[in-house]
């Protein structure tokens, strides 16, 4: 497995100095997880940041009441969890995989070693900046805009533009995902598909 090459083709890495994708990859543990499983529980112990490769994570929180609500479905390519290595050393959410995912699994204290290195420290922090730009563009998005254009934005952002899309998770999920109920997503499916508007 090449996995210098895998994160050269991920948008987060690929803009990423050589000799700081290949110090990565040399502490990348390859991990599969299947569909439905818990990557890691909320308030877990973190010794691990992870890269999606394929497949699709999602990030939520569960409310006193013992609700659940979704933080993020992670796309592949996106570096999760890194929240532990200066915030707290605890998961501040739980991960499960929406359906087969495979995963690089960094550890901690390796990944804290290679920030003292001065460039990969500032290939890091331009990562970073990279994902809060596009998190702040997501919640103006979800404030700013409706459940149908939420709808869209998600199928874009998860598939692309195509006329035919076969979603990888369930309903439910996907309500989840743009923050409304499964039954308030069953009526705006059926008010797309009377008004031919749903991918195929």
């Given at each position: 497995?090449?996995?210098?090459?895998?994160?050269s083709q991920?948008s987060?890495?690929e803009?990423?100095?050589?000799?700081?994708?290949?110090?990565?990859?040399?502490i990348?543990?390859p991990?599969?997880?299947k569909?439905?499983?818990?990557l890691?529980?909320?308030?877990?112990?973190g010794?691990?940041?992870?890269?999606l490769?394929n497949?699709?994570?999602q990030?939520?929180?569960?409310t006193?009441?013992?609700?659940?609500?979704?933080?993020?479905i992670?796309?592949p390519?996106e570096?999760?969890?890194?929240?532990?290595?200066?915030?707290?050393d605890t998961y501040?959410?739980s991960?499960l995989?929406?359906?087969n995912s495979?995963?690089?699994?960094?550890?901690?204290?390796?990944?804290?070693?290679?920030?003292?290195n001065?460039d990969?420290?500032?290939?890091?922090i331009?990562?970073?900046?990279?994902?809060?730009?596009y998190?702040?563009?997501?919640i103006?998005?979800?404030t700013l805009?409706?459940?149908?254009?939420?709808?869209?934005?998600?199928?874009?952002?998860?598939?692309?533009?195509?006329?035919?899309i076969?979603?990888?998770?369930?309903?439910k999920d996907?309500?989840?995902?743009?923050?409304?109920?499964?039954?308030?997503?069953?009526?705006?499916?059926?008010?797309?598909?009377?008004?031919?508007?749903?991918?195929?």
């Amino acid at each position: 497995m090449d996995k210098e090459l895998i994160l050269s083709q991920t948008s987060l890495f690929e803009q990423i100095s050589n000799t700081s994708r290949k110090a990565l990859a040399d502490i990348c543990l390859p991990k599969n997880i299947k569909k439905k499983s818990i990557l890691f529980h909320e308030d877990d112990k973190g010794y691990s940041i992870y890269i999606l490769v394929n497949g699709s994570i999602q990030l939520y929180k569960t409310t006193p009441e013992g609700k659940d609500v979704v933080i993020k479905i992670i796309k592949p390519g996106e570096l999760f969890a890194e929240v532990v290595l200066f915030e707290k050393d605890t998961y501040p959410v739980s991960a499960l995989a929406l359906m087969n995912s495979f995963l690089f699994m960094v550890p901690k204290f390796q990944f804290l070693c290679l920030l003292k290195n001065e460039d990969f420290m500032k290939d890091f922090i331009g990562m970073l900046m990279q994902k809060m730009r596009y998190l702040t563009r997501q919640i103006q998005y979800l404030t700013l805009h409706d459940v149908e254009d939420r709808f869209f934005h998600f199928l874009k952002d998860h598939y692309g533009k195509r006329e035919k899309i076969r979603l990888s998770i369930s309903k439910k999920d996907l309500a989840k995902a743009i923050g409304t109920k499964p039954e308030t997503l069953s009526r705006l499916l059926l008010r797309l598909k009377k008004r031919k508007k749903l991918p195929g």
